[in-house]
């Protein structure tokens, strides 16, 4: 009997240790997201609010959610192809400055990261102001060297009005601010590839490209699966990036993401419910997304 006890007691102690953290997390994650459920299952608007009643539903809003013909055409397929624009942009980038950062001295190392990190410490409001003057309309710097070389004409080019142009931009604003983080996590896996591995590859015949996939990528896969769930989480649920941009806060339908989509619905048209079936349905989504990759990365490593 005392060995039971002592068997328990060793079982609950890293559960007792965590559970402040725990207690903590499901305060600020796990509560928001239970309300988010409980008002997408009400028809719940401003007059809702004011009064403090509000009426139960059920599956009503995700019904008017699904059978929309705007979440087919539009608003799913912006979030998921700029999702797999950006999430390949910033993973393929940042490998390449992580490759091109790892044979390099300490010093020369650690000055070009500091510069890199730069792109990753500027706020996204930040940066996404910086992008929209780049591509004004009217004095941007793009306009300006097209214009120079003769590419573009006095009447300009609205970069934003376009829902390709406009998310192109949105994916480089993207790229550009999420790849240092892919930089110095890949470049963390690569300093622990022992050369050996590489030294015989060479003596093998193997050249660079060879090297890196049999090499390199099966060394540090966990990493790759690492940044590629944050980098699709992140990119799934891009707000700012396109709701600062012209058009991207509701005068423009033809842009409009999932996330700008369940806000707009939420405080624009004051249709909470609704805008919470979306937010929900886009939770899912990314459940879904990670769970498929997971699996699919732990089931290679157990046929390896």
Avoid at 88 to 101: I, N, P, S
Avoid at 226 to 234: E, F
Wanted: glycine share 8%; net charge positive; hydrophobic share 55%.
């Amino acid at each position: 009997m005392p060995r039971l006890r002592a068997h328990t007691r060793r079982r609950l102690l890293p559960w007792t240790l965590l559970a402040p953290a725990l207690a903590v997390i499901a305060a600020l994650l796990l509560f928001p997201l239970g309300r988010v459920v409980w008002l997408s299952v009400q028809d719940y608007g401003l007059d809702n609010v004011v009064s403090g009643r509000t009426e139960f539903v059920g599956l009503d809003n995700y019904a008017r959610v699904l059978g929309d013909r705007y979440l087919w055409t539009v608003a799913l397929p912006n979030t998921a192809v700029f999702a797999l624009v950006a999430v390949a942009g910033t993973v393929v980038f940042g490998t390449l400055v992580a490759l091109l950062l790892n044979p390099l001295g300490r010093l020369a190392r650690t000055a070009v990261l500091g510069c890199i990190m730069v792109a990753w410490a500027m706020p996204a409001v930040s940066g996404t102001y910086v992008w929209i003057w780049i591509f004004d309309v009217d004095n941007g710097l793009v306009r300006r060297l097209l214009q120079s070389a003769g590419l573009l004409g006095p009447e300009g080019f609205n970069w934003f009005a376009e829902r390709t142009a406009f998310y192109a931009i949105a994916a480089l604003n993207v790229i550009h601010h999420g790849f240092p983080f892919v930089a110095v996590t890949v470049l963390a896996g690569l300093l622990t590839i022992p050369r050996e591995l590489h030294e015989a590859a060479l003596l093998d015949g193997a050249g660079a490209w060879q090297r890196f996939c049999n090499v390199t990528v099966p060394t540090i896969r966990p990493v790759f699966a690492v940044v590629t769930i944050l980098s699709t989480i992140w990119d799934f649920k891009v707000f700012a990036q396109v709701y600062l941009m012209p058009g991207g806060s509701g005068g423009n339908r033809d842009v409009l993401n999932l996330g700008v989509w369940s806000y707009v619905r939420s405080f624009s048209n004051q249709d909470y419910g609704l805008g919470s079936a979306i937010a929900v349905l886009l939770t899912l989504m990314l459940l879904a997304i990670t769970v498929v990759y997971l699996r699919t990365l732990f089931r290679d490593e157990e046929l390896r």
